[in-house]
């Protein structure tokens, strides 16, 4: 309104009251900000027990609650499906990842039998924002704009350098911003970057009082593993003594912490893992680097995290946030670099000369061995349909949550976060038929100090992706380990006593075995999951 000079009594009285209004006129709708760790291990974590330093992630699991029995799919698009749709990956469209077939299931981008999660706040009045990696779809129809994210700044594929938009495949990453390829700023460093935009796009929308849904999707600690330059020693010497030893270590500091019953026990070793004492002083050498490149890359990333709460509190909205961080699976065991259908190209590209690794011009990978080092004290990592691929870190705080500095074990799927967020929010899930039901449950009123589990014994979760599956109801598991899938490479097993899954009880207990296996398959008929083996044999 523009004075004249000439408003009524009336008027000037609806302008006072306007420019006197509180800056939010809907205090009880929360901001939400959702924080995706990539390819971040479950014990790497210092409120996790490790030593590395993450005060920052470590400060929101002492003002809200940490979950240990947080489950993702084995690998990101999958997961970021699920995540985005409160559903199972096949019916959101992502049954493999970097496959795009005209196959329900396999579209390679988020179908048209789910409602993505942002378009649901939306057209619930708020503001949407998104940073970082996308992975689930190339196309702009399929981008974050068509799935109801109004602001956005994202690397469209899996993974890029974190120095530049030079990829691991000719042509290189593709970024976009609000729907319009973008270049990567000159000299700018992914985790930085991704926070300075989001800040931005939070602070642009503050002034109608509209809530917002922010959606961090970090791409560190995920490869290739290059932090700025005060990083690069930060934990010089401190993983010498070898990812065998780390590994029992991480057991003993996961206890220490609370995360896991001292009970607990680590599966046996993977036997393809070279033992760190049959290696080279040279070989020990990159390995430890190559962990103490990863470590900096998660104190980083906590530093960025800091960044946003503190802007959050400056600027009065803290109160007012509900806070999910997470990881996306399980730890890393890819090395693209040293094998592959990718190595040629980044070897031609990249120089990972010890004395680089780390830098810009490097591309370093901590591999299998790391990664089950972070993934204790379950079996396998990333890709695997086993724990050490699936469990992963969860904290939630801020508006919402009743306690604080809890460790809760109950069990959740990245498929509840969508149908939390949504319940939080008061917003709606279309129910008119034009979609799949969501398959996860709101655990609005658990964080809220409800006494009730979000799953009850009878809840079910199915997987299929990659050549590997499971599925599981209450404590049973049947799971398979290597690809291809077979039902034939089926192992039962009971997760609350075995969670690194290393008693098999196929033969132990066949009844089970066989009701889990007819369970498998009407699980299949109903998420409409036809794994690729079975495609490609046609």
């Known amino acids: 309104m523009r004075f004249t000079g000439k408003q009524s009594p009336l008027a000037l009285g609806l302008l006072f009251i306007v420019a006197c209004a509180p800056e939010s006129s809907t205090p009880d709708r929360p901001n939400v900000l959702l924080i995706v760790a990539d390819d971040l291990g479950y014990a790497d974590l210092g409120a996790f027990g490790s030593d590395i330093a993450t005060p920052n992630i470590d400060a929101l699991a002492q003002e809200g609650v940490l979950f240990t029995g947080f ?60 940073v970082g990696k996308w992975h689930l779809g190339g196309a702009i129809e399929h981008g974050p704009q068509a ?22 495949y000719e042509g290189g990453s593709v970024y976009r911003e609000n729907g319009v390829e973008v270049p990567w700023p000159e000299g700018a460093y992914s985790t930085e970057l991704y926070t300075d935009r989001l800040i931005d796009f939070i602070d642009a929308g503050r002034s109608d009082g509209r809530p917002f849904f ?24 401190r ?12 057991l003993e500091s996961l206890k220490a912490a609370g995360i896991i019953p001292q009970a607990s026990e680590l599966p046996p070793r993977n036997d393809a893992i070279t033992r760190w004492e049959e290696l080279t002083a040279e070989e020990q050498r990159v390995e430890s680097r190559e962990m103490e490149l990863y470590a900096s890359m998660v104190t980083n990333l906590d530093d960025h995290v800091g960044r946003l709460t503190s802007y959050l509190k400056e600027t009065g909205q803290y109160e007012n946030t509900l806070i999910v961080f997470m990881a996306d699976n399980g730890a890393a065991g890819e090395d693209f670099y040293g094998s592959g259908q990718y190595s040629e190209y980044l070897q031609g590209h990249y120089d990972n000369a010890y004395e680089n690794m780390g830098r810009p011009g490097s591309w370093v990978s901590y591999g299998p061995r790391w990664a089950e080092a972070s993934s204790a004290p379950f079996s396998r990592h990333k890709t695997y349909s086993r724990e050490g691929g ?69 809840y079910v979760t199915t997987l299929y992706h990659g050549g590997r599956a499971f599925v599981r109801q209450g404590k049973w598991k049947l799971v398979t380990l290597d690809a ?55």
């Open 239 to 250: 993983f010498d003594q070898g990812y065998d030893r780390l590994r029992e270590q991480r």
């Open 390 to 458: 699936t469990a992963a870190p969860m904290i939630v705080a801020g508006v919402g949550v009743s306690r604080s500095g809890a460790i809760d074990r109950a069990y959740l799927t990245v498929m509840d976060i969508a149908p939390t967020v949504i319940e939080v929010a008061g917003a709606a899930y279309p129910s008119d038929g034009s979609v799949r039901p969501m398959l996860g449950e709101s655990a609005a009123t658990y964080l809220g100090g409800g006494t009730g589990p979000v799953h009850d014994e009878e």
């Open 71 to 130: 489950h993702t799919a084995p690998s990101c698009a999958p997961t970021r499906s699920m995540l985005l749709t409160g559903n199972n990956n096949h019916v959101a469209g992502m049954g493999a990842q970097g496959t795009s077939l005209d196959i329900p299931g396999y579209e390679g981008h988020l179908s048209d039998r789910v409602a993505p999660l942002p378009r649901v706040l939306q057209e619930a009045g708020y503001h949407t924002y998104t």
């Open 147 to 168: 799935a109801g994210f109004e602001r956005s700044f994202s690397l469209l594929p899996g993974a890029g350098s974190h120095f530049s938009s030079v990829g691991f």
């Open 214 to 237: 922010a959606f961090a999707a970090y791409t560190s600690p995920h490869w290739p593993l290059q932090v700025p330059e005060e990083y690069l020693d930060m934990y010089a010497g």
């Open 484 to 538: 291809p899938f077979s039902e034939s490479g089926f192992q039962l097993y009971d997760i609350e006593a075995d969670p690194g899954e290393a008693h098999d009880l196929t033969e132990a207990d066949p009844i089970r075995y066989a009701a889990m296996l007819e369970l498998w398959r009407e699980q299949r008929e109903l998420l409409g999951i036809v794994p690729l083996e079975e495609i490609r044999s046609r």
